[in-house]
């Protein structure tokens, strides 16, 4: 099982971007599901995540501009991103806590990142 994500891309300072990730194999359940970026030099940071009962949690440089949202008949996380600034530059990461099986562990998974860049 990965995570597939997508919607990244270039924009203009003020600009939004919507990005989406889904598992692309077979999972029993999906708990938390969040966002993380890592900019050039600087280490990963959580951007927002999201329960499976809709509580939502941000990282106070993204409050008010980005949006976490699921769908969990789908499995899918989306990050609705507007009024991007430079400094939201980085490469973004989708993370799942995922339940294979009825009888397995959860475990986090990781996508492949998708790149987003704001230019100013």
């Known amino acids: 099982v990965r995570l597939v994500e997508s919607g990244g891309g270039s924009v203009q300072a003020g600009g939004s971007l919507r990005l989406s990730c889904a598992p692309s194999g077979t999972i029993f359940s999906v708990n938390t599901m969040s966002w993380y970026r890592q900019a050039p030099g600087k280490q990963r940071e959580l951007v927002a995540d999201?329960?499976?009962?809709?509580?939502?949690n941000y990282a106070d440089s993204v409050k008010g501009r980005f949006t976490i949202s699921r769908d969990n008949a789908k499995n899918t996380v989306y990050l609705q991103m507007n009024n991007l600034k430079s400094e939201d530059t980085a490469v973004y990461y989708c993370?799942?806590?995922?339940?294979?099986?009825?009888?397995?562990?959860?475990?986090?998974?990781w996508g492949q990142g998708t790149q987003v860049t704001v230019s100013s």
């Open positions: 999201i329960n499976r009962g809709g509580s939502t």
């Open positions: 993370n799942a806590r995922c339940r294979l099986r009825w009888y397995g562990n959860e475990d986090d998974y």
